[in-house]
């Protein structure tokens, strides 16, 4: 068995797919593990650390692509990749980045095996498998972060001999992965926080970590905002449009977004935004955080290696909804939700 790691083609793209904690288990486990050459660079991991770790360093991709049983990445092979491909490998990825048919076509038509891992069903026992998850919760942290940084005010509630700062209000809107740990993320900073949601049962999740739910977003609440989160989405659609017009020049020349919808369109209406406001939009902002990002995502990969090979072998259970859930190519045919 040989499973190999790429370095990421895609512009920005910071991550690896594997970090040398995960490749030396599977090395220990009889597992054969092959890098191409600093591909973990930007993640802040060497080419030395994955040698120690038993992997082997390739010059190039195509070194790295060949004689390979199951290939991991973050994303799915772009189009110059997909000439390294052979007859029957097995790709592990996001597919977010596949928005034709066709190219799910392209990679059926190569008798390749392709796992979309952002199609990885919520269950109780498919938590360690969730990319999503993994990844959105860093895009909430990391969110915050940059909101703070491009703020011209301060979070948390300061009394000096000079005078007080009140703590800054912050409204996070689409309560999942990153929304939650966006609002964690506030709190922990000091700011007084504000969770809304279309979804009656994330009333109690928001509270739990110290927001205040609301039901209305008021013009005296959305003046006094200066750092608003939106995270909506809506699978294999157009992210909702969160602020009308009238809502958006009710906010302050202060104010700090962060729209984590972008890839799907946005949250934010960025031509209604009133003179002065900032908006920031990045659907990926664990890859500004790689070190930590890549380790989340390894532990993913990782797993679901555990779940595909056995006995040093691949063997994929079409029994199990996991699998059935996630391959969108097998055996020259292929699906996907949402394409």
């Given at each position: 068995?040989?499973?190999?790691?790429?370095?990421?083609?895609?512009?920005?793209?910071?991550?690896?797919?594997?970090?040398?904690?995960?490749?030396?288990?599977?090395?220990?486990?009889?597992?054969?593990?092959?890098?191409?050459?600093?591909?973990g660079i930007n993640a802040g991991?060497?080419?030395?650390?994955?040698?120690?770790?038993?992997?082997?360093?390739?010059?190039?991709?195509?070194?790295?692509?060949?004689?390979?049983?199951?290939?991991?990445?973050?994303?799915?092979?772009?189009?110059?990749?997909?000439?390294?491909?052979?007859?029957?490998?097995?790709?592990?990825?996001?597919?977010?980045?596949?928005?034709?048919?066709?190219?799910?076509?392209?990679?059926?038509?190569?008798?390749?095996?392709?796992?979309?891992?952002?199609?990885?069903?919520?269950?109780?026992?498919?938590?360690?498998?969730?990319?999503?998850?993994?990844?959105?919760?860093?895009?909430?942290?990391?969110?915050?972060?940059?909101?703070?940084?491009?703020?011209?005010?301060?979070?948390?509630?300061?009394?000096?001999?000079?005078?007080?700062?009140?703590?800054?209000?912050t409204l996070v809107m689409g309560?999942?992965?990153?929304?939650?740990?966006?609002?964690?993320?506030?709190?922990?900073?000091?700011?007084?926080?504000?969770?809304?949601?279309?979804?009656?049962?994330?009333?109690?999740?928001?509270?739990?970590?110290?927001?205040?739910?609301?039901?209305?977003?008021?013009?005296?609440?959305?003046?006094?905002?200066?750092?608003?989160?939106?995270?909506?989405?809506?699978?294999?659609?157009?992210?909702?449009?969160?602020?009308?017009?009238?809502?958006?020049?009710?906010?302050?020349?202060?104010?700090?977004?962060?729209?984590?919808?972008?890839?799907?369109?946005?949250?934010?209406?960025?031509?209604?935004?009133?003179?002065?406001?900032?908006?920031?939009?990045?659907?990926?902002?664990?890859?500004?955080?790689?070190?930590?990002?890549?380790?989340?995502?390894?532990?993913?990969?990782?797993?679901?290696?555990?779940?595909?090979?056995?006995?040093?072998?691949?063997?994929?259970?079409?029994?199990?909804?996991?699998?059935?859930?996630?391959?969108?190519?097998?055996?020259?045919?292929?699906?996907?939700?949402?394409?």
């Amino acid at each position: 068995m040989l499973i190999a790691v790429p370095k990421e083609s895609i512009p920005l793209e910071t991550r690896v797919a594997l970090v040398p904690k995960h490749i030396a288990e599977l090395t220990s486990q009889g597992i054969n593990v092959q890098i191409e050459h600093h591909a973990g660079i930007n993640a802040g991991f060497s080419d030395k650390e994955y040698q120690q770790a038993g992997a082997k360093i390739c010059a190039t991709a195509a070194d790295t692509y060949a004689s390979a049983d199951i290939i991991t990445k973050i994303w799915a092979p772009q189009e110059k990749e997909i000439e390294h491909l052979s007859l029957g490998q097995t790709i592990l990825c996001n597919t977010r980045n596949i928005s034709s048919g066709k190219t799910i076509k392209k990679f059926s038509q190569a008798c390749i095996n392709l796992f979309a891992l952002d199609l990885i069903p919520r269950l109780s026992r498919t938590q360690s498998l969730d990319i999503l998850s993994s990844q959105n919760n860093l895009d909430g942290y990391e969110a915050v972060i940059i909101g703070a940084a491009n703020l011209k005010n301060t979070i948390p509630l300061l009394i000096t001999s000079a005078g007080s700062l009140p703590p800054l209000k912050t409204l996070v809107m689409g309560l999942g992965v990153a929304g939650l740990q966006a609002i964690a993320t506030a709190r922990r900073l000091g700011a007084q926080v504000y969770g809304y949601d279309t979804r009656p049962e994330t009333q109690e999740q928001a509270q739990s970590l110290g927001a205040t739910f609301i039901k209305e977003l008021t013009t005296d609440l959305l003046s006094s905002v200066q750092l608003i989160i939106t995270s909506a989405q809506i699978k294999g659609k157009p992210a909702p449009k969160l602020l009308s017009k009238q809502q958006l020049h009710a906010l302050s020349p202060l104010c700090v977004i962060i729209d984590l919808a972008a890839d799907s369109g946005g949250n934010i209406i960025q031509e209604h935004l009133p003179q002065g406001t900032t908006l920031i939009r990045d659907s990926h902002m664990a890859r500004r955080i790689p070190f930590a990002a890549s380790t989340m995502y390894s532990g993913n990969i990782y797993n679901f290696c555990q779940l595909l090979i056995k006995d040093n072998q691949l063997n994929i259970d079409f029994s199990d909804e996991i699998i059935i859930q996630t391959m969108i190519c097998c055996h020259t045919q292929s699906h996907h939700p949402y394409l």
